[in-house]
């Protein structure tokens, strides 16, 4: 564990296309109008070829300029080390990897680690996003989707977190629509019940297509306000119990 263990936040999907990303960028607006100071690694970004804008591109539209790494990238929308492989280029290495988060967290109050998919996707051949959490001592914020699926998907990442010893720091709902159904209504219910983590934070549906100033305004009311103060804040306890609650 480095120093960096008390500020950092891995920002981890239940799988793919959960709407990290978009969590991401609310969390940097969060962390701002709380007056702190964050900063966004992508250790693999798959799927962009080299001067495409990637995702960290993406959160920099919507919050606006601040620290970031990326640490590799590869063409083909797959996990990151089978995209290395079928591009015939050397995966991301683990020093790499943590050399860039720790440099971040160095010089930022907060720095957010946004994951590839799920949270035993490999980013290697010997790595994943777990591994560099235990590397750094980064709690993981856990991403799910509001329908079917939700609750077991949700059970099976925070137990891998939790069996490796990290802490689960949350769960974000990825994009809630505006007229849910009747299974989503339940599982925002059920997901802090089953997993044993608390929801802390329920993004809208369409929330990255907004005018970037009005997601910036409207970003922090996303989030528990307490789990915001607690959890972004430079100072933040490395490890409180959080009792499982819903907004």
């Known amino acids: 564990m480095t120093a960096a263990s008390e500020n950092v936040l891995a920002v981890a999907g239940t799988s793919t296309d959960v709407g990290k990303t978009i969590v991401t960028a609310a969390l940097v607006a969060a962390a701002r109008a709380a007056g702190v100071n964050p900063a966004v690694c992508k250790p693999a970004q798959t799927g ?5 804008p990637g995702d960290l591109a993406v959160i920099e539209d919507l919050v606006g300029p601040l620290g970031t790494a990326e ?48 949270v035993m996707v490999r980013l290697a ?35 891998a977190v939790r069996a490796r010893g990290l802490r689960v720091a949350g769960l974000v709902i990825g994009s809630w629509p505006t007229e849910p159904d009747l299974a989503m ?26 005018d970037p100033a009005e997601f910036r305004r409207r970003a922090p009311a996303w989030f528990d306000r307490e789990w915001t103060a607690r959890e972004l804040a430079p100072t933040r306890p490395a490890a409180p119990h959080v009792a499982p609650t819903a907004l």
Not at 48 to 52: I, L, N, R, S, Y
Not at 84 to 110: F, K, M, S, T
Not at 198 to 205: A, E, S, T
């Open 48 to 52: 962009v070829m080299p001067g495409q």
């Open 71 to 118: 640490c590799a990238r590869y063409p083909d929308p797959l996990a990151p080390e089978t995209a290395a492989r079928l591009a015939g280029v050397p995966p991301l290495e683990r020093a790499v990897a943590r050399a860039a988060i720790d440099r971040l967290a160095a010089n930022h109050d907060v720095t957010l680690v946004e994951g590839a998919g799920g």
């Open 125 to 159: 051949p010997e790595l994943t996003l777990l591994d560099l959490c235990a590397d750094v001592g980064a709690s993981v914020l856990v991403v799910v989707p509001a329908g079917l699926g939700a609750l077991n998907h949700a059970e099976l990442t925070v137990g």
């Open 185 to 210: 209504r339940c599982n925002r219910d059920d997901l802090p019940r089953l997993s044993g983590a608390p929801v802390v934070g329920v993004i809208p549906d369409g929330a990255g297509a907004l």
